[in-house]
């Protein structure tokens, strides 16, 4: 791990922690002006942003929808799913991927939930190609 992986790392706990963010980089900082590496500050940056967009991944949860327009209906359909993830709808991120042709994904919290048009179009080819 690098020195700056490691700051980054110490800086993710702090916040996790429950100390604000503001106070959380002052005091870093502060710390590495007193050790005279306060040049690490942009990469120790660049460090905790990977964190977080790795976190993110990790803990939120994306519907994935075929067109703008589906959005309405699969935010319905996924209100009940999203209650037992104990995920609010206003959490979850919406993306729009052509290849889905309809339907919606969900995707988070180590769960898929496929209710795509091309999940059952695969299906039925995988079927339909057995002998």
Do not use: C
Request: aromatic residues 6%.
């Amino acid at each position: 791990m690098t020195m700056e992986s490691a700051y980054a790392q110490a800086l993710w706990k702090m916040v996790e922690g429950g100390m604000s963010p503001a106070k959380a980089v002052h005091e870093l900082r502060d710390l590495l002006k007193a050790r005279g590496r306060e040049a690490l500050l942009p990469r120790i940056g660049r460090a905790f942003a990977r964190i977080a967009e790795r976190e993110g991944k990790r803990t939120g949860v994306t519907l994935s929808v075929a067109r703008e327009k589906d959005e309405r209906a699969a935010k319905s359909a996924v209100k009940q799913i999203l209650a037992e993830f104990g995920v609010e709808p206003k959490e979850v991120n919406i993306h729009v991927d052509d290849s889905l042709i309809g339907g919606w994904r969900l995707e988070g919290r180590e769960h898929l939930v496929d209710a795509s048009y091309k999940r059952i179009l695969v299906d039925v080819y995988n079927a339909a190609t057995r002998t």
